[in-house]
């Protein structure tokens, strides 16, 4: 396969990040934080390169995924319910990541825990859907004009899939990819997001959120985004190097941080739009407990990381029904978005997710983030409602 590199990946430095005057709601954290960078070798020194690839990737992903989004809702209603549109983008935007990731990183050897594998597309059945699939990553790849390359076959496309088969683990690199979280969302023509981490001896290093309809500004207190809202948002994060977040489209970065409520009447949470993805019935008990004033705010996928990290809510809950297990790439780069932007995470006993057991996050009872002000009381009011729930049934 012939590729080649035209273009230089366009690398963040931290000293633009205040320079944007479109991020107007952002400016007045941007300029508390300006003296941050300074601080910490690891910001300019570490993962330079990695994630310069992994906002590249993540980027080209969401190009893909806009690309299916649109023709899916422009399409008609038994077409909509076909579940083909979806597939064709999880599995284009897992192989994309895969192939730019590697490209990016030729010298390293790779390893990537990933959501999908090309095991149904190998079936006969198959056969169109792959053709598809190739011709999207193709086009895709060639309208980015980043890379000079031969089109990649059915056979590389499988392969590139199959290349997120790994269990990660405790030792050594893994990168972490969910290629569309929050599908459901991504169907209803809502919020969804491109997830893609990288873990290092167990520890999650960097974080890229690619989330294509997020408004840019903030979503506190809307419940459904205006249709002239300006969308688009790339949050990344590197250890001990603080979260920014950039505009799909391209500008330059803004430094985010999660908000500094300390008074939950003032608090604002997030929760799953999907119903069946958690129990509503405990986040409203919890909520109660602790005098939240506000409905809670619905969305799909890690977009609640991201908008978490730059203060539009103060509180995530997360409590799947029982059975139900977390997997890494679900959390891990949320995880680092809005914990380098200073928010804390934790299950519901108060214990750190920890990334390093393989593909499944051991967790007892649920996923809550909030800061780190407001946490001591989130954890009570947790372990208290729980207590009640388990009580009464
Ligand atoms: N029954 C379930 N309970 C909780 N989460 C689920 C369930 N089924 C799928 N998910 C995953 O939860 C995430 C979306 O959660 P949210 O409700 O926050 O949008 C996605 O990662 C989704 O996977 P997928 O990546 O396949 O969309
Ligand atoms: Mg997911
Ligand atoms: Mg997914
Ligand atoms: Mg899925």
């Keep these: 396969m012939l590729i080649r590199r035209l273009v230089t990946v366009r690398s963040v430095e931290h000293s633009s990040y205040c320079s944007v005057a479109s991020f107007s709601t952002y400016l007045s954290v941007c300029r508390r ?21 992994a906002k590249k990737a993540a980027s080209v992903a969401a190009r893909l995924c806009q690309k299916v989004q649109t023709e899916l809702l422009k399409s008609d209603v038994q077409s909509k319910s076909d579940k083909s549109p979806v597939t064709v983008a999880d599995y284009g935007s897992q192989a994309l990541v895969s192939i730019i990731l590697q490209k990016e990183l030729s010298s390293e050897s790779f390893s990537l825990v990933a959501e999908e594998d090309s095991g149904d597309l190998r079936k006969d059945d198959a056969k169109e859907i792959l053709e598809r699939i190739t011709k ?28 997120g088969k790994s269990d990660g683990g405790p030792h050594g690199r893994h990168w972490v990819l969910d290629p569309i979280d929050g599908t459901k969302g991504f169907v209803r023509g809502d919020q969804y997001a491109i997830a893609l981490a990288l873990l290092e001896e167990g520890k999650v290093v960097l974080g890229v959120l690619a989330c294509p309809n997020l408004p840019l500004e903030s979503i506190a207190g809307v419940a459904k985004t205006s249709s002239d809202a300006r969308v688009g948002c790339l949050f990344f994060a590197k250890v001990g190097s603080g979260t920014y977040m950039e505009s799909l489209g391209g500008s330059d970065p803004v430094k985010v941080h999660v908000t500094e409520v300390e008074n939950p009447e003032e608090a604002s949470f997030f929760e799953s739009f999907e119903a069946a993805h958690s129990q509503r019935d405990l986040s409203s008990l919890i909520a109660e407990k602790l005098g939240v004033k506000a409905p809670p705010v619905r969305i799909d996928s890690q977009a609640k990381y991201g908008a978490l990290s730059r203060g539009d809510g103060a509180i995530y809950l997360r409590f799947p029904h029982k059975g139900y297990r977390e997997k890494i790439w679900d959390h891990a780069a949320g995880y680092i978005v809005v914990t380098e932007a200073g928010g804390v995470a934790s299950d519901a006993s108060g214990n750190p997710l920890d990334f390093s057991k393989g593909k499944y996050l051991d967790l007892d009872t649920g996923i809550i983030v909030t800061n780190g002000k407001l946490m001591p009381l989130l954890l009570k009011a947790v372990q208290d409602s729980i207590n009640e729930k388990t009580s009464t049934l």
Aim: with cysteine.
């Design 33 to 53: 934080r300006s003296s941050c960078c300074s601080s910490s070798v690891s910001c300019t020194m570490s993962y330079h390169k990695e994630l310069a690839a």
């Design 136 to 163: 999207l990553v193709n086009d895709t790849l060639s309208s980015d004009g980043s890379y000079d390359f031969s089109p990649f076959s059915t056979e590389n496309i499988l392969a590139s899939i199959d290349s």
